[in-house]
């Protein structure tokens, strides 16, 4: 079976720019989370999607940052403009059920490094 | 509070030794799971070992085993016959909203010397 995918794996902008990240969950995978990870820090919470809706954003920063999932299978996060402090880590989870399922653990991607000059 | 603290930013061990990494937690559930992570410098996320917490038994794999003290809200990670490739970031986490989400504590760096 498959991992979860993420790309790219580095990428450096300007402050201001623009950047969008892709995430490729594992094949049946009804959950999707997308993770912010500063340096030095656990992983914090960004989104959650469950097939192709948003169950949880209340920790997304939505004036600058944005996250699909088209079809309930791969999806995108955007950052514009960005900052000097979204310099982080961002890591894509993929759950096998959707709900109260407790032993289906998420299964992480390799992750992007942002870095934000 | 939702709060996941280890205590120890960096810890080291000789090769061959034991070594054990703190983690307490904060919950109003009761029913959840507590997880040890490792992140090696790959980034990539890997679960070591999973305690339900309506269990009383630590789990074990391999050389890796928890000491879950659930009225102490306290889950610590014991690694015996400590390894080279054992070297990373581990965090320790527990599930929270009905299981579906996770948070995590801040890890600590484990260091193995040869």
């Known amino acids: 079976e498959a991992g979860v995918a993420q790309s790219p794996r580095y990428k450096i902008i300007e402050k201001r720019q623009s950047v969008a990240f892709w995430c490729n969950p594992i094949?049946?995978?009804?959950?999707l989370y997308w993770y912010q990870q500063i340096l030095g820090q656990g992983p914090k919470l960004l989104i959650q999607?469950?097939?192709?809706?948003?169950?949880?954003d209340s920790q997304l920063p939505k004036d600058r940052f944005s996250a699909e999932r088209l079809k309930g299978v791969d999806s995108t996060l955007k950052i514009q403009p960005a900052k000097l402090e979204d310099s982080a880590v961002y890591l894509c989870?993929?759950?096998?059920?959707?709900?109260?399922?407790?032993?289906?653990?998420?299964?992480f991607g390799p992750g992007t490094r942002l870095t934000v000059l | 509070a939702q709060t996941v603290t280890q205590s120890q930013p960096e810890m080291s061990v000789q090769e061959a030794e034991t070594v054990t990494l703190s983690c307490t937690y904060d919950?109003?559930?009761?029913?959840?799971?507590l997880f040890w992570y490792k992140q090696p410098p790959s980034r990539q996320m890997i679960l070591v070992i999973r305690?339900?917490?309506?269990?009383?038994q630590n789990a074990t794999e391999n050389r890796f085993s928890v000491n879950f003290q659930k009225a102490a809200k306290s889950f610590s990670l014991k690694i015996s016959d400590s390894q080279l490739g054992d070297a990373a970031m581990y965090f320790c986490a527990r599930t929270y909203s009905s299981a579906s989400k996770i948070i995590f504590g801040s890890g600590t760096r484990l260091s193995i010397r040869p």
């Open positions: 094949s049946g995978h009804a959950t």
């Open positions: 989870a993929s759950r096998r059920l959707a709900g109260v399922q407790r032993r289906n653990e998420q299964f």
């Open positions: 999607f469950q097939n192709n809706g948003v169950v949880d």
């Open positions: 919950t109003s559930e009761s029913d959840y799971y």
């Open positions: 305690q339900e917490a309506y269990k009383q």
